[in-house]
């Protein structure tokens, strides 16, 4: 497609429930990032992966997040037992990935899928 | 750690003024590279403009410009000219070549302009 698409756009879930929040990075873009928005604040690092292989999960909080892409394209991130303080916009963003100097590393991002833990 | 500061929270500013909004970084890093996002209210992000550490210059893009000083590890943004679509999140963020590659993003600052 032409940009990042993430589905759902919003997502309303009991506590306790599993969720799954898929993104579709733009063609080519070997990079996949995915980050938390709470209200007010800047986006929070949670996961990046570089092909099909996660190379920097520092950023998720708990065991409960889980995050894959196994062809290198699509990623899905998996959150168990959900909780009220998970309530936030999950952004995905691809990009080139190439590294050196011609790939500045901007990030394209999707709309956001917008989690609501009741 | 790589670590960006946005001190401002809100700024409110006249149409057609030109504003700065402010952001430090720290890294130690050598190559690592600066960028500012917009996010209005509709929630999307939007990239303005990019920064290497390396680059002589200071980048610009249209009514941006970042405003780079090294030694001082400051990258602000200025808008020149601002218009009340510019109301908006803006964000500063940086990307470490050679280490996390991640970006890390500051906390941001919500811009009004005033009609």
């Known amino acids: 497609g032409a940009g990042v698409s993430q589905t759902p756009s919003n997502k309303v879930t009991e506590k306790g429930k599993y969720v799954e929040l898929r993104c579709d990075p733009i063609s080519g873009h070997t990079a996949l990032y995915w980050y938390r928005q709470s209200l007010g604040q800047g986006p929070e690092f949670l996961i990046y992966f570089q092909g099909t292989g996660a190379a920097d999960d520092s950023g998720l909080p708990n065991d409960r997040f889980f995050a894959v892409r196994p062809e290198g394209s699509v990623s899905t991130l998996k959150i168990q037992r959900t909780e009220r303080g998970d309530s936030a916009v999950y952004l995905c963003?691809?990009?080139?990935?190439?590294?050196?100097?011609?790939?500045?590393?901007?990030?394209?991002f999707g709309e956001g899928s917008r989690l609501t833990v009741l | 750690a790589q670590k960006i500061t946005q001190t401002q929270p809100g700024m409110f500013v006249q149409e057609k003024e030109a504003v700065t909004l402010d952001c430090t970084y720290d890294?130690?890093?050598?190559?690592?590279?600066l960028f500012w996002y917009k996010q209005p209210s509709s929630g999307e992000m939007i990239f303005l403009i990019y920064?290497?550490?390396?680059?002589?210059q200071n980048a610009t893009e249209g009514r941006y410009s970042l405003n780079f000083q090294k030694a001082r590890k400051s990258a602000n943004l200025v808008i020149s000219a601002s218009q009340l679509g510019d109301s908006a999140m803006y964000f500063c963020a940086m990307r470490e070549i050679q280490g996390a590659q991640k970006l890390v993003f500051g906390q941001g600052t919500r811009l009004t302009i005033n009609p």
């Open positions: 890294t130690s890093d050598p190559s690592y590279g």
């Open positions: 963003a691809s990009s080139l990935g190439r590294g050196g100097t011609t790939d500045t590393g901007e990030l394209f």
């Open positions: 920064q290497g550490s390396y680059d002589q």
